[in-house]
């Protein structure tokens, strides 16, 4: 039987097992939009400069469309140096040869947030 045979006959949603698996684990779930923002916004505090303006809403809806799910237009930034020395200090090299393993970069990302 698959995990998805599990759930369904468990009557529990994907969606509803994620959040417990993810509670559990200590952890919350967060959008790939709010690990983006969140993840620039500790790099800005370390003197990262973002290519687009944060406060217009046009720059609101580039974050939103870079950070949906599958969208890889975020990587030019995630994976620049700028951002990685940035946002991952002294360790940045090391770090973003593990991102760039990463199936979802942002889930890396996720954890190195404070």
Not at 39 to 64: C, M, N, Q
């Amino acid at each position: 039987m698959t995990n998805e045979q599990i759930l369904k006959k468990a009557g529990i949603s994907k969606k509803e097992y994620d959040a417990i698996h993810q509670w559990v684990n200590g952890y919350t779930l967060m959008t790939n939009e709010e690990i983006l923002h969140k993840a620039i916004e500790k790099a800005e505090k370390k003197g990262y400069h973002t290519p687009f303006v944060w406060i217009s809403d046009r720059g609101k809806e580039i974050l939103k469309d870079m950070a949906r799910e599958g969208n890889t237009s975020c990587y030019s930034i995630i994976f620049s140096h700028d951002f990685a020395i940035s946002f991952y200090g002294k360790e940045w090299k090391k770090r973003l040869k593990e991102q760039v393993l990463e199936v979802n970069p942002l889930d890396y990302i996720r954890k190195y947030l404070d």
